[in-house]
């Protein structure tokens, strides 16, 4: 386990160490770090950080009662242990856990990806393109954790984990929080990839600017290499403003040509070969593009990237088909939950399909109100048939979050119980149908208030469908 002595820390910090009266003055060795005083290691570092609610320069003695042996601070605190002092201890934490933990990013590959939509995918596709080759890789992001980027303390920790493991790559979501509030401080890229930006998160950033502003940092002097979507005016935005000594590679759908697709997946020639995939909807052409490029930057060649692309299944939660042997309908699950991943989920099936398309969605409480009349008027112009469902209501009145996805359009059906709306589009649909059930992907419980219950879109689906052909049996 790396250890790092206190005095070394300071000045990597470019901070002061100071010493209260009273206190060791020995030069500590910190193989820990926290900003949870109740769960902060024996001899650990705790940082006070000064948030919107809460001032951690308060909890510096609880966290010193239960363990602490030195404090990360913006200034001085009557506790008597050594201090280091910082102008923002929320930026300076990255920093700080990724020295205490080894600089373990340094002793990996890896490669970022950022972006409204996709960023799952992309990392997932880009792992099993790696792992096709044997190289051995781990993704971190929405599926693995709670968080899409983990606070700093905690991706430093699992960094170190890898690198213990041997890993050869990391594919990492990075978030827009994650850069804004320093989660990835400390944290050295070899790829950062952009994907793309439309509004989201538009209740934590003020605006459109902010939000690509907190994007375009990791860019700036985060990764080696940049690799940039031109397939949206933002990445063509950050493109002309990336530094003219960043290495930057554009990608874009230019490599791909002969496009088929069905339920059965994309077929294509990217760079003049030919590739049949598992991979559902069109859309998915700009996330394969992504990968594909990353990959030929870790040195894959055309014709072993082309390979690994035939190799790839569907992202759960991610277009992902769910079916029964027999079965007259079609049913994917998808994450999108917000207006450009519903409307693209939405006009790839159209692009499947000449049967009727069933779209059941929600929109999740405590977030970005203004995207719910949109998703609403998408649903209804996209889709044949919409029931408005509960998503995530958390501690809004899930009633209100529907009236406000249907706004004024009457034809919209709304059944908050979100079993009983799946089950009611599934056994309504008619032979050649297609049903969407959209906005929680792969996630496994539904969140009321501070209670997460069980919940699965993808087994609540199967369980639909075998209770249509199990009444079809009882007719036939």
């Known amino acids: 386990m790396s250890t790092i002595k206190l005095s070394a820390l300071t000045h990597h910090l ?8 009273g206190c060791d003055q020995s030069d500590l060795a910190i193989k ?20 919107k609610v809460n001032d951690g320069h308060d909890f510096a003695a609880e966290a010193v009662k239960n363990g602490a042996a030195a404090l990360l601070v913006e200034r001085s605190v009557s506790v008597k242990v050594p201090q280091i002092i910082v102008e923002d201890v929320a930026s300076a934490l990255g ?21 409204t939509s996709g960023k799952t ?4 596709y880009l792992k099993q393109m790696l792992d096709y080759f044997g190289f051995k890789s781990m993704t971190l992001g929405t599926l693995e954790g709670t968080r899409t980027t983990p606070e700093a303390p905690d991706l430093q920790r699992w960094l170190a984990r890898q690198v213990e493991g041997a890993v050869d790559f990391v594919c990492m979501e990075v978030s827009s929080h994650g850069l804004e509030l320093g989660r990835v401080n400390g944290v050295t890229f070899n790829l950062g990839i952009f994907l793309n930006l439309s509004p989201e998160h538009l209740d934590f950033h003020s605006d459109m600017e902010a939000y690509f502003s907190a994007k375009k940092q990791l860019f700036d002097g985060r990764s080696a290499t940049a690799l940039v979507n031109l397939e ?16 930057t590679v554009s990608f874009s759908l230019k490599d791909f040509s002969d496009v088929d697709s069905d339920f059965n997946g994309l077929k294509f020639r990217w760079r003049g070969l030919e590739v049949a995939t598992r991979i559902i909807g069109r859309f998915n052409l700009e996330n394969l593009a992504a990968a594909a490029v990353a990959a030929s930057q870790i040195g894959l060649s055309d014709a072993e990237i082309a390979k690994s692309m035939e190799a790839l299944v569907p992202v759960p939660g991610r277009m992902q088909p769910v079916s029964l042997e027999e079965s007259d309908i079609s049913v994917i699950v998808d994450y999108a939950h917000k207006p450009e991943a519903l409307q693209a989920a939405l006009r ?28 609403g008027k998408i649903a209804s112009e996209l889709a044949d048939f919409v029931i408005i469902t509960s998503d995530n209501p958390r501690f809004e009145n899930p009633d209100v979050i529907a009236q406000e996805i249907a706004g004024n359009i009457d034809e919209l059906a709304v059944e908050l119980d979100r079993e009983k709306a799946i089950g009611s589009a599934i056994s309504r649909a008619k032979p050649g149908d297609v049903v969407l059930i959209a906005g929680k992907g792969h996630e496994k419980v539904q969140i009321f208030g501070s209670s997460e219950l069980p919940f699965d879109d993808v087994a609540i689906a199967q369980k639909s469908l075998y209770l249509r052909k199990a009444a079809k049996g009882k007719k036939s």
Do not use: C, Y
């Open 232 to 247: 949206n005016d933002w990445g063509k935005r950050l493109e002309s403003e990336l530094s003219p000594s960043m290495p």
């Open 32 to 51: 820990e770090v926290s900003h949870n005083s109740l769960n902060i290691p024996i001899g650990g570092l705790f940082a006070a950080i000064t948030g």
């Open 95 to 115: 920093v700080a856990a990724s020295k205490i933990f080894g600089d373990p990013s340094q002793k990996l590959k890896i490669i970022g990806v950022t972006g």
């Open 14 to 21: 470019g901070g002061t160490l100071k010493f209260p009266m």
């Open 121 to 124: 995918t992309v990392v997932q």
């Open 348 to 375: 790839a099936i159209s692009d499947l399909t000449d049967g009727r398309i069933w779209v059941v969605f929600g929109a999740g409480g405590d977030r970005d109100r203004g995207k719910r009349p949109l998703m």
